[in-house]
C-alpha cells in the first residue's frame, strides 16, 4: 500500500516568498493532521482536518499559514509571506478512525 | 496541563547491551499511547500502541510496557539497524478523538 505522500522533500525559497506543501493521504483515510517539527519544539499539531473539514486548527501559529483539504485525496498548508521562524520540517499524518497516525516522509523547509 | 516526556534525550550503547527508553506522562485520562521510531530524514514510523496499565506489545528486539504514569521502550540485544529517534506519543481522552501529544524522543545509537 501507498503511504501518506508528501511535496515537495525540499524547499528553500526567500523570505516573503509563497510556500505550499503538498499532502495525499493514504486511501480510505478519514483523518489528516498537519504537524510542525523542530529541534526545540518537537511535534506540533498545526490542523486536523475529519473528512475533508476543518475542525482543529488552533495549532496554526498566524494568519499567515492556512490549510486546504478540497477532496479525500489531496490537502496543502500554505504560508504567505514566509519568515525564517518559518523554517522546519513538515509533516501530514493520515488515519482511519481511531487507528494510529501514519505519517509521511516531511517537507525539509528553509526560508532564508 | 497534559505533558510527555521522554528520557534520556540522547543514549549510545555497544550492540547488544539491552536498555529502557521511558516515557513519563501527565494527563487527565489515557486513551492511548503510541511508540515511533524515526530515521533521519523520513516521518515517524508507527510500533506500537498501548491503552491500558499492564499491557505489553512485542516487536522483535523491541518491547514497549505500560503503566499508570509511564511506559517503557526495552531493547533487547539491540543491532546497529535500531539506531534512531524514539518518539511516544498520548492520545488525552479529554482531548476528543484525535490530539496526540508527542515527547520530544530518544535518540539512540547503537555501535557495531
Known amino acids: 500500500d501507498a503511504g501518506v505522500i508528501q511535496s515537495p522533500r525540499h524547499e528553500v525559497t526567500e523570505m516573503g516568498q509563497e510556500v505550499t506543501l503538498r499532502c495525499k493521504p493514504i486511501s480510505g483515510h478519514n483523518s489528516l493532521f498537519w504537524y510542525r517539527q523542530t529541534m526545540m519544539r518537537g511535534l506540533e499539531l498545526l490542523i486536523y482536518f475529519n473528512n475533508n473539514v476543518p475542525i482543529d486548527d488552533s495549532g496554526m501559529p498566524e494568519d499567515r499559514f492556512s490549510a486546504k483539504m478540497p477532496n479525500a485525496s489531496f490537502s496543502t498548508l500554505k504560508i504567505q509571506p514566509s519568515e525564517p521562524r518559518d523554517s522546519a520540517v513538515y509533516f501530514c499524518?493520515?488515519?482511519?478512525?481511531?487507528?494510529?497516525?501514519?505519517f509521511g516522509d516531511g517537507t525539509r523547509l528553509s526560508i532564508l | 496541563e497534559d505533558q510527555v516526556t521522554q528520557s534520556p534525550e540522547a543514549l549510545r550503547l555497544q550492540e547488544g547491551e539491552s536498555s529502557s527508553l521511558n516515557c513519563s506522562y501527565t494527563v487527565s485520562g489515557l486513551r492511548g499511547l503510541f511508540w515511533y521510531r524515526q530515521d533521519p530524514g523520513k516521518g515517524p514510523e508507527f510500533l506500537f500502541t498501548?491503552?491500558?496499565a499492564g499491557e505489553e506489545k512485542e516487536k522483535e528486539r523491541l518491547k514497549a510496557t505500560l503503566t499508570k504514569k509511564e511506559s517503557f521502550l526495552h531493547i533487547t540485544a539491540p543491532k546497529p539497524e535500531d539506531s534512531a529517534t524514539y518518539l511516544c506519543?498520548?492520545?488525552?481522552?479529554?482531548?476528543?478523538?484525535?490530539?496526540?501529544?508527542f515527547g520530544t524522543g530518544t535518540r539512540l545509537k547503537v555501535l557495531a
Open positions: 498501548l491503552y491500558s
Open positions: 499524518a493520515s488515519r482511519q478512525g481511531e487507528q494510529p497516525q501514519h
Open positions: 506519543a498520548v492520545h488525552p481522552s479529554t482531548s476528543g478523538t484525535y490530539k496526540y501529544i
